[in-house]
């Protein structure tokens, strides 16, 4: 498994966690800095996979 597909996994799973803290712990700030946390990781290894092709 190559570093990329694990900072995409890693991401998705981080944005899972901000739905948790949305509906669950009732905190938008700490779901909106994980969104943006998630989602940057997700597209750093969208980056890394495009360099490897």
Same mark, same amino acid.
């Given at each position: 498994? $190559?570093? /990329?597909?694990? &900072?995409?996994?890693?991401?998705?799973? &981080? #944005? !899972? %966690? /901000? &739905? =948790?803290?949305? *509906?669950a712990k009732d $905190?938008? @700030?700490?779901? #909106? #800095?994980? !969104?943006? *946390?998630?989602?940057?990781?997700? =597209? #750093?290894?969208?980056?890394? %996979? @495009?360099? $490897? @092709?």
């Amino acid at each position: 498994m $190559s570093i /990329a597909r694990i &900072l995409q996994i890693i991401g998705i799973i &981080l #944005v !899972l %966690e /901000a &739905l =948790y803290f949305g *509906i669950a712990k009732d $905190s938008m @700030k700490m779901e #909106v #800095v994980f !969104l943006f *946390i998630g989602g940057m990781i997700f =597209y #750093v290894g969208r980056i890394f %996979e @495009k360099r $490897s @092709k």
